[in-house]
Structures are given as C-alpha cells and as structure tokens.
Nanobody
Framework: QVQLVESGGGLVQAGGSLRLSCAAS????????MGWFRQAPGKEREFVAA????????YYPDSVKGRFTISRDNAKNTLYLQLNNLKPEDTAKYYC??????WGQGTQVTVSS
C-alpha cells in the first residue's frame, strides 16, 4: 500500500518562499508520475504541478508557472515543490499525488498580504 506524507507547509508573507516535501513509501515511486494539487476552502481541487518518472519533464498551469518548481529524488522516494514569490491566492492545502490515484493528507500553505 502506498503512503504519501507531505510536509513543509506554513505561514509566509506575500513574496516569500516555501519548500514542500512528499515522502512516499513503496517500491514503485521511481516508476510513477507524481504531482501536486491544492484546494482552498470552498473551491475545487486544482492542479499545481506534475513530473515524469525520470524527472525530466514537468508541467504547470499558467497560474504558477515561473514561480513553482516540482522536482523529485527517486533515491529518496521524495517529491518536492518549491514555491517562490507566493501570493495570497496561493493559500490552500497542498496535496501530493501518485498517478492521481494515491493521495497524501495534505499540508497547509497560508500566504498573508
């Protein structure tokens, strides 16, 4: 059974940075595409970033492109999301996902103006 555990969220001022981590259990991490989604109160879950198995290809929506960077360390079974130049509208709970099948419990990111 796959377990995903996010960490690294917190409270930050607008313009600040955070680095989220997602530790994955199991032996299929390196063969799985991984991603991050977020959900703000009263809103639908929103795609934030995705990365290929090898880490060569990454995908972002326009809302975060140029500010967020997804990466992975297959040797450590860990996924990362670097969040730079944060805006109040980035406030949400951020979820790690393995193939949009397995999900973590999320980590809260709050950006104050």
């Amino acid at each position: 059974q796959v377990q995903l555990v996010e960490s690294g969220g917190g409270l930050v001022q607008a313009g600040g940075s955070l680095r989220l981590s997602c530790a994955a259990s199991g032996r299929t991490f390196s063969s799985s595409a991984m991603g991050w989604f977020r959900q703000a109160p009263g809103k639908e879950r929103e795609f934030v970033a995705a990365i290929s198995c090898s880490g060569i290809r990454a995908y972002y929506p326009d809302s975060v492109k140029g500010r967020f960077t997804i990466s992975r360390d297959n040797a450590k079974n860990t996924l990362y999301l670097q969040l730079n130049n944060l805006k109040p509208e980035d406030t949400a709970k951020y979820y790690c996902t393995k193939g949009v099948v397995n999900w973590g419990q999320g980590t809260q990111v709050t950006v104050s103006s």
